[in-house]
């Protein structure tokens, strides 16, 4: 079974940095694409960051030029590294692995929360 465990979430005063690690602790299937997501209390879950197995990225413009989603595949590790952290970044932070395991499955992490102050 695969269980994806998320770990960096914090407070953090506006301008500040954060580093978001996702990682598979169960069986050790392959993280193939993966993404990073938010949602903020009263909004939906929204797409922050992508990044294929073959290191390809994706952002949503509201992140562009502060995020930076990364992959350590010998660790089966997906990191997101938030800079420049503004009081909108608020939010609970899921990450999605997408695994073969016969078949295509997509994973939910439980979320790491994040709050930024002001």
């Known amino acids: 079974q695969v269980q994806l465990v998320e770990s960096g979430g914090g407070l953090v005063q506006t301008g500040g940095s954060l580093r978001l690690s996702c990682a598979n602790s169960g069986r050790p299937f392959t993280i193939y694409d993966a993404g990073w997501y938010r949602q903020a209390p009263g909004k939906q879950r929204e797409l922050v960051a992508t990044?294929?197995?073959?290191?390809?990225?994706n952002y949503a413009d509201s992140v562009k030029g502060r995020f930076t989603i990364s992959r350590d595949n010998a660790k089966n590790t997906v990191y997101l590294q938030m800079n420049s952290l503004k009081s909108e970044d608020t939010a609970v932070y899921y990450c999605?692995?997408?695994?073969?395991?016969?078949?295509?499955?997509?994973?939910w992490g439980q979320g790491t929360q994040v709050t930024v102050s002001s």
């Open positions: 999605k692995a997408r695994i073969l395991d016969m078949q295509w499955y997509d994973y």
């Open positions: 990044i294929t197995i073959g290191g390809s990225t």
